[in-house]
């Protein structure tokens, strides 16, 4: 099943409108703009919709959007608009999330290494805390006990790893045998003492729990919240009282990059999450998510302007600005990572011709900058655009400073109903005095 998203939102024609409008505006610029990122902010609210709609019958839903996906503030303060919370792993996301405007209420702090000062902030505001490990519950005993009876308003919680597994990508599954997060809920003695630590700790009242994101299949992701929410019910059941009140799920929802299909959807997801878990629909707990990737993925794409071509061996290659510093998980491990790859001529329109195997290049200094090797496109040529689509999400949001290549400007576009294509600044074009202001020059 796929989401009931208008399929305009993913087409080509809806992209291209966008590209020849980023052309015209001089967003995209052989000389002086070689190279930017697009997010369609309507398409992300129609995932948003999805995502809320999809949870209806969850009860008391808290959807998050997880930072690191694309922490560009103006991207947040958008989401915010739509509805969601944030969740945040790392003081930089914590500041971009509050600079976003989020409530603290609704901003939940993850990470496996947070700090102390990290924590006092988050109690002191009233931020939720996922604790990841037994060394790190000691401290908010410590940061609890030095606040006496001011308390906080925090929803704390314990982040569970139910060790159900990995998917096809292993540095994407984190409820492995051995995965660095979380409490494992299935070594010797380890529920036991999670137990006695939610019966010692009255102010315990979440668990969390993620079991992956891109490769991991819906039934395992779902067989992992099945398994917290057991260890919810247990906890409850042999305390005696409703301890655990909500269950924070995660995210992790994979994404399809291999055509403009929203597949899985959340529909899917809330599914198999209906069979494998179904007390988490009956209103006993409240619900937060955690989905980034899904959300934005799908909604932009990144563009680049064709410098030279060459052929080596007999094969064509375009040597364009679009590398490992916008397509990072995609240079370094392209089997994981592929990306589709649309051909424009220089007005943005769709560029023809017979297909041919093809290299597209990055213009790093390794050998191995490429996003895409030996794909069948039209022919490319100088002056030509190339469009890395499904983007949105990492990528052009969060760059790589390989060989000091400069950050490329992220634009949101809005279409009116006359076609009409509206943008605004997501992130500014970052100049050599930026580079060089950050670098010490």
Same mark, same amino acid.
């Given at each position: ?11 080509? +024609?809806?992209?291209? @409108? ?8 001089? *967003? ?10 697009? #997010? ?13 709609? %999809? ?26 608009? @739509? ?11 914590? %500041? ?8 603290? +209420? ?24 996922? $604790? ?7 401290? #908010?005993? +410590? ?39 979380? $409490? ?26 993620? =079991? ?7 039934? *395992? ?6 398994? %917290? ?53 009956? /209103? ?46 995609? =240079? ?88 009409? #294509?509206?943008?605004? =600044? ?13 670098? /010490?020059?």
């Amino acid at each position: 099943m796929t989401d009931p998203q208008p399929t305009d939102f993913h087409s080509p +024609e809806r992209r291209e @409108l966008v590209l020849r409008a980023a052309v015209r505006d001089g *967003l995209l610029d052989p000389e002086n703009a070689l190279l930017a990122g697009f #997010v369609d902010l309507d398409a992300v609210a129609a995932a948003v919709d999805s995502l809320h709609r %999809a949870f209806e019958d969850a009860g008391d839903v808290l959807h998050t959007f997880a930072a690191k996906a694309n922490s560009l503030v103006p991207v947040l303060r958008h989401l915010r608009g @739509l509805g969601t919370g944030c969740e945040v792993a790392s003081p930089g996301e914590f %500041a971009q999330a509050l600079a976003a405007g989020f409530a603290p +209420e609704r901003i939940v702090y993850d990470s496996p290494a947070k700090t102390r000062a990290e924590l006092r902030q988050a109690l002191e505001l009233g931020v939720a805390i996922n $604790i990841d490990n037994w060394q790190e519950l000691a401290r #908010v005993d +410590e940061i609890l006990a030095e606040r006496g009876a001011r308390g906080t308003r925090s929803r704390i919680g314990i982040r569970v790893n139910p060790q159900v597994g990995g998917g096809s990508i292993g540095a994407m599954s984190t409820a492995t045998a051995h995965s660095k997060f979380g $409490i494992s809920l299935a070594d010797e003695g380890s529920a036991e003492r999670l137990l006695a630590a939610f019966r010692d700790r009255p102010w315990l009242t979440w668990l969390h729990c993620h =079991v992956g994101s891109q490769g991991c299949p819906l039934d *395992l992701m779902a067989e992992g919240v099945a398994a %917290a929410v057991g260890f919810a019910r247990k906890t409850n059941g042999e305390l005696g009282r409703r301890q655990v009140v909500g269950l924070d799920i995660g995210g992790g929802l994979p994404v399809n990059f291999g055509s403009d299909v929203v597949s899985p959807g959340y529909g899917d997801y809330v599914e198999r999450l209906k069979a494998h878990a179904p007390d988490l629909f009956t /209103g006993e707990f409240r619900v937060v998510t955690e989905f980034g990737r899904s959300l934005l993925a799908k909604s932009g794409f990144t563009a680049a302007y064709v410098e030279y071509t060459k052929a080596s061996g007999g094969r064509p290659i375009a040597l364009t600005f679009a590398g490992v510093q916008v397509a990072t998980r995609t =240079v370094f491990a392209p089997e994981s990572w592929p990306l589709r790859i649309s051909a424009h001529d220089a007005t943005g329109g769709e560029k023809h011709g017979e297909p041919v195997v093809q290299d597209v290049a990055g213009p790093a200094c390794f050998a191995g900058d490429l996003v895409a090797k030996a794909r069948p496109l039209p022919l490319l040529e100088p002056g030509d655009i190339v469009a890395l689509l499904d983007t949105g999400a990492y990528y052009t949001s969060t760059p790589f400073g390989y060989n000091s290549l400069l950050e490329p400007g992220v634009y949101g576009a809005t279409v009116a109903a006359d076609g009409a #294509v509206r943008f605004t =600044v997501l992130r500014r074009p970052q100049t050599v005095e930026d580079l060089l202001a950050r670098t /010490g020059g």
